[in-house]
């Protein structure tokens, strides 16, 4: 059984910086991408960045320049940097992780970690 931990929510005030990690716990085989998803109130869940198995990374516009992923293969754990945080930043942010087992395709997700921007 597979299962994501994420850390490092909180609050900040604008231009602060937090720190998210996430740890996948259980056995993965071939991951192939880690994500990580916000959702805000009475919005949808959006992508915010991806690093895939081969290294490529992509960031959704609104983040670009202020956020950065990175992962340990070796922990099975990836993180986010955000630095310079907006109001609009706040959201319940989840971890995701793609792994391929054989032929099939299985998607795991975390808890979720809240993080708010207020002054």
């Known amino acids: 059984q597979v299962q994501l931990v994420e850390s490092g929510g909180g609050s900040v005030q604008p231009g602060g910086s937090l720190r998210l990690s996430c740890a996948a716990s259980?056995?993965?085989?071939?991951?192939?991408?880690m994500n990580w998803y916000r959702q805000a109130p009475g919005k949808q869940r959006e992508l915010v960045a991806s690093?895939?198995?081969?290294?490529?990374?992509n960031y959704a516009d609104s983040v670009k320049g202020r956020f950065t992923i990175s992962r340990d293969n070796a922990k099975n754990t990836v993180y986010l940097q955000m630095n310079s945080l907006k109001p609009e930043d706040t959201a319940v942010y989840y971890c995701?992780?793609?792994?391929?087992?054989?032929?099939?395709?299985?998607?795991?997700w975390g808890q979720g970690t809240q993080v708010t921007v207020s002054s």
């Open positions: 690093i895939l198995s081969g290294g490529r990374i």
């Open positions: 995701n992780m793609n792994d391929r087992v054989g032929v099939v395709d299985r998607d795991y």
């Open positions: 259980g056995r993965l085989f071939s991951i192939k991408a």
